[in-house]
């Protein structure tokens, strides 16, 4: 099973509603528009799926 980026739910990647790649890794989504989000600003939903806890201090 693949993560949504956007929504957290787990997508089988053969029944997903849409797909992007982003710096080399493939992101499956459970609707449109979860993929319309991630699209839009995929660096928002990349970096909290690898680590939620930094993030907003640099």
Known sequence: ???D?????DV???TAAGKS???GM???FCS???KKAFDKEPQK??????????GHHH
Do not use: F, L
């Open 21 to 23: 790649d982003y710096q």
């Open 45 to 54: 939903y990349v970096g909290k799926a690898e680590d939620s806890h930094s």
């Open 32 to 34: 449109s528009g979860c």
């Open 5 to 9: 980026p956007v929504c957290g739910m």
């Open 1 to 3: 099973m693949a993560k």
């Open 12 to 14: 089988d990647p053969k």
């Open 26 to 28: 493939t992101y499956y």
